[in-house]
Every structure is written in C-alpha cells, then in structure tokens.
C-alpha cells in the first residue's frame, strides 16, 4: 500500500494554484495568485467570485507557487535538451499545451510559448496587500524568473487612491508594469446603483495617481451599464473622468447579464431596461465624441457589437466614428443582419456583411430563430451574446 502511494505521488505532475479570470490582454502571461477573490464583491453585473470569500495569501506559500512555475519551466528545458531541441522551449511547450497534465502546467507552457515575458498577479485586487508584500513578491517573481520584464494585475480605484504615490512609485520600481482597473462608469448615481463602491472622484484621484507613478494604466469601460435610463450621463460622465485620469489603454466590453448576478433580478423585476446593440452604439459614440484625452482605445472583446472601433487618442477619433456612422447608415435589414451575424460569430467586423456565403448563413439563422420571420427578438439576441462568456 506504501509503495503504491509513494508511485502516484511521483507521477502526480507539480501545480500551483490559479485564480478564474484574467484580462483578454494577459492572455500569455503567468498566473500567479497573489490574492483570493474579491475584497469588494459587491457589484451588481459581476458575477465572477460572489459566494466566495477574499483572502490574502501568505507570502511564503505565493513565493511556493514561483518556485512550482519555475519547477515546471525547468522541466520542460530538461525535456527540450532531452528530445534534441537544445534547450529551446517552443516545441516542448506545444506538446504540454495539446496534453497537459493540469492547468497550471498549461499555464506555463503557454507562457513559455509566447516567450515568458509577462506576468499578470490574480485575483481581483493585489494591489490591496502590504505594498512591503507585494513588492517582495514581485522581486521575487522576476528573480526566479529573470525572463520576465512585465507584470500586470487588477486593482480597484478606491484601493489606489487610499495607497501613497511613494508605494505606487516603490512597486514601479520593483516592476510592476501595468494596473487593470475595472471603472465601469464615471457616472456616480449609476456607480452607485451598480453598488461598485467608489465615487468617480475616487476613480480619479485612484487612476491619476497610477499615471503619476509611472505605472501605465488600463482602464475598463462597460457599455450599456447605463441601461435606457442612464445612457446619456453614462456617457458623457465616464468621458469626463477618462479625460481627467488620461490612462494608456480605455478597454471597452459590453454588458452581458447571467443569473449569478445581482442585476439579473432587477431585469427580471423591471427595474433595469437593457439597451439595444443599437442603442449601445450611439452610447458608445457620444463616450467617443467626449472623449480628450490620448490613450490608447481598445475594443477586445467578443461582446462588443464593432470591435472594428479602435485607435489611439486624439487622432484616430474620426476614423473611429466614422466605423459607427457605417453601421449607423445600413438599412434596417443590413443592421439586423449585422447584429445576428455578431452575436451568433459569424461576422467578426463590418465588412463581412459583403461576404455572401456568410450572409446567407446570417439570413438562415434569422430565419430560424424567428421561425420563418425576418426579426429575431432581443431576449434572443442577449441570450445569444451571454452564449460567448458563460
Ligand atoms: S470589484 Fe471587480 S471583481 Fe469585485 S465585484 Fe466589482 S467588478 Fe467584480
């Protein structure tokens, strides 16, 4: 019995930990779990850690979890030497990646794939540890792993601004490249009805102090968060604490709502009307319009009805209208086509209206999902978005 167990202890392969999400942006990076869940957990359209508690992780066992990574990348080097690669790692790492034997090995063949440059620390808000604690886990991280020159993670507005710009400067210092901050709004008595729980003149006292430190900074935007009752001020408010923070990056995601989520039930009792894909739109161009600052806008995500509308502030703003104006001057039909074509993912820009194979396969899923009509009702379409992330 003794041996046995001692034989599946040695084929267990090493693992560390990894928390649910990570930025689309932090795609190739390593995950390292600095912290648990949530410490807010409270807002009303997320739902990603509800029923879980935050925790801080002791520092000891997040350096184990280094160590584990660095464990499994040597690992791979042994087995690239060994298979007559010489110690290059593409090759080995594409083998783990199509087997691997668990998530973080996938973890760090990934990372080694697209070169083991960048780090990203889970989960929703590290900046909230002892800055001491974070910048020793930081230090360590790219000691351990010297290959890695850019380490990212999430924090909360409010969390920023309650830190000193000397502690932002001291974790720049260490390496922290880049904070993903989740915004949402700058408009307060829609924050307030999200119960985010900051004020956007802590979302800008936060963000400001990130560019002050010479961190860059990502800031998250979500479009149709307003509803039909606040898109306006959404709009315009977000747009003035965007150009007051002036970050590198304004991501955009659109809103998309499961039954874990708080705002679920007030959709459900009415309290909350959704806007349309097209509604969105002219939400998403009066945010453009306001918006003067020179950061970088990116539209990566699959639930944005034109991920076409990216560029770099002041300059590509034409260009980025003019992408809404095209949808905004089809027809009736063509715009309809356009929204099923989107949320079912058979059109990825604009352009693939003018592709006729995948028209007429747009064409047969209105004519489906209306059975036999030519509109497919927006529970439909939302249901179809909310298909992409669930
Ligand atoms: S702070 Fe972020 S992770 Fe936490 S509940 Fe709000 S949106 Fe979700």
New binding site residues.
Partial sequence: MKKMALEEKTIIAPSFELGPIRPPSEAYSLLIRATRN?P????KF?S??KGKKFQLRPVEEIKQDIKTAKAIQDKIKELSWKSGYGGGVKEIALMVLNNPPNEAYYNVALWLYAGGESAFLQD?NCLIMRTGELVEVIRFLKGTLPSINRVTSYA?SKTAAKKKLDELIELKKAGLSRLHI?MESGYDPLLQYID?GVTAAEHVAGGRKVVESGISLCEYVVLGLGGRAMWREHATETAKVLNEIDPDFIRVRTLTINKRMPLYNEVENGNFVRATDEEIIEEEKLLIEHLECHSNYVSDHITNLLQEIEGKLPQDKEKMLASIDRFQSLSPEEKHNFIVGRRTGIYSQLDDLYNLPKREAVEQVIHKLSQGGNQVDEKTIYTLMEGFIS
């Fill in positions: 949530c807010w957990n409270r807002c997320c990603t850690y929703a909360r989740g985010k």
